[in-house]
Nanobody, 123 residues
Framework: QVQLVESGGGLVQVGGSLRLACAAS????????MGWFRQPPGKEREFVAA????????ISADSVKGRFIISRDNAKNTMYLQMNSLKPEDTAVYYC????????????????WGQGTQVTVSS
């Protein structure tokens, strides 16, 4: 069992930056791929970015490429999402998730989820 807790969300102006963190606890000795997903208001949850356990492989949604950077520090059991050049359409609840697969963009492949953190981008 893995517990995930997100932090770092908040209110930011268009063009600003935020860094989200996802702290893992519990069975962190296992090698999990991890990902970020988000759910905009009134919409379904969508994939943002994912990273393999080693950090060597990453994938991201086209909508965030060139703006968001996913990374992880396994020594700290923490994953990050650096979000730059934020847009109003980035407003959403952001969730981190852990998968037993090496890396995946599919929500269904992720077994553990955090409670989410709100990111609001104001224009």
């Amino acid at each position: 069992q893995v517990q995930l807790v997100e932090s770092g969300g908040g209110l930011v102006q268009v063009g600003g930056s935020l860094r989200l963190a996802c702290a893992a606890s519990g069975r962190t000795s296992a090698r999990y791929g991890m990902g970020w997903f988000r759910q905009p208001p009134g919409k379904e949850r969508e994939f943002v970015a994912a990273i393999s356990w080693s950090g060597a492989n990453t994938i991201s949604a086209d909508s965030v490429k060139g703006r968001f950077i996913i990374s992880r520090d396994n020594a700290k059991n923490t994953m990050y999402l650096q979000m730059n050049s934020l847009k109003p359409e980035d407003t959403a609840v952001y969730y981190c998730a852990a998968s037993k697969l090496i890396i995946s963009a599919r929500a269904a492949d992720h077994d553990y989820w955090g409670q989410g953190t709100q990111v609001t981008v104001s224009s």
